[in-house]
């Protein structure tokens, strides 16, 4: 049963979730609050970028678990699909037969940009260069490698008939290997050089790519956290264990088990005011 939004035996503890979810939105309020930091476009156009830092969010998750010594958790977790993610924590505590676990997560989109050096010009240019000479090298480079591999061919079968030529190919792994050998060779060392410095460059220009987060100052429930929207969510679910079984809640709770769920929330509570 989700705290605050079903109907049923813990209506009385929606009170203490209202107040947990108005506090867990005042501090990430804070948290991703945008700040403009300078960034360089791939055409070398140096602009400014609105982002908020993950930092004091895993800290303060980080932060608020410890606080909690009678809840369970897996730490402080980050998804990560395609410019999608999220950061989370899901913990949960046992109070008699009833598991009580709470989920506080943020979503947000991730776009990257390179940082504003001089560097990134270099290496572009520089990749430009090595393209443009690449290109033209494959052109000679192919030439000569049809003309090695035609006169290999006609030495050993004759005059062939292109279906045959791909039969031929089709069925004798050691003559497709002896052909790439043999086109590598004409390749040279100077082309797979430059194939080398290529790999570097890319490489070095990944290196240089730093990433800036969006994401709204909203409250969101799971169904548009799961759609990809931005924002932050909050939730809690009383689940009942039977058997080492979870069931749903009954439709009755003792005032005990109650005011026992009401102090573990209310822990909560005060473990997150220390970020305010």
């Known amino acids: 049963m989700r705290i605050g939004v079903s109907q049923g035996p813990l209506d009385d ?31 070398a156009t140096v602009t400014r970028q609105a982002t908020f830092d993950l930092g004091p969010i895993e800290q303060m998750f980080a932060g608020m678990l410890g606080s909690l010594p009678r809840w369970s958790s897996d730490g402080v977790t980050t998804t990560n699909n395609e410019d999608i993610r999220r950061i989370f924590v899901k913990f949960h505590t046992m109070v008699g037969n009833y598991i009580i676990s709470a989920h506080l997560s943020v979503q947000f989109h991730v776009l990257l940009y390179y940082r504003p050096v001089q560097r990134v010009i270099d290496c572009q240019m520089e990749l430009s260069r090595i393209i443009d000479k690449t290109k033209s090298d494959e052109t000679e480079f192919a030439k000569i490698a049809n003309k090695a591999i035609a006169e290999r061919l006609t030495s050993t079968y004759g005059e062939l008939h292109p279906q045959e030529l791909f039969e031929k190919l089709y069925q004798n792994d050691e003559l497709r290997q002896y052909l790439e050998d043999e086109a590598g060779g004409v390749r040279g060392d100077g082309m797979r050089k430059l194939d080398e410095q290529k790999t570097s460059l890319f490489n070095e220009l990944d290196s240089l790519l730093i990433e800036t987060y969006q994401t709204t100052d909203t409250m969101i429930d799971d169904m548009r956290m799961v759609t990809g929207e931005e924002g932050y969510l909050c939730s809690f679910d009383v689940e009942y264990v039977k058997s080492g079984t979870r069931h749903s809640v009954p439709s009755k709770i003792s005032p005990r088990i109650i005011t026992q769920i009401r102090t573990e929330l209310e822990d909560i509570h005060q473990a997150l005011s220390l970020y305010i």
């Open 13 to 43: 503890l929606a009170g203490i979730v209202k107040d947990i979810s108005a506090r867990y939105s005042s501090i990430m309020s804070s948290c991703v609050a945008m700040t403009e930091i300078p960034v360089m476009l791939g055409d």
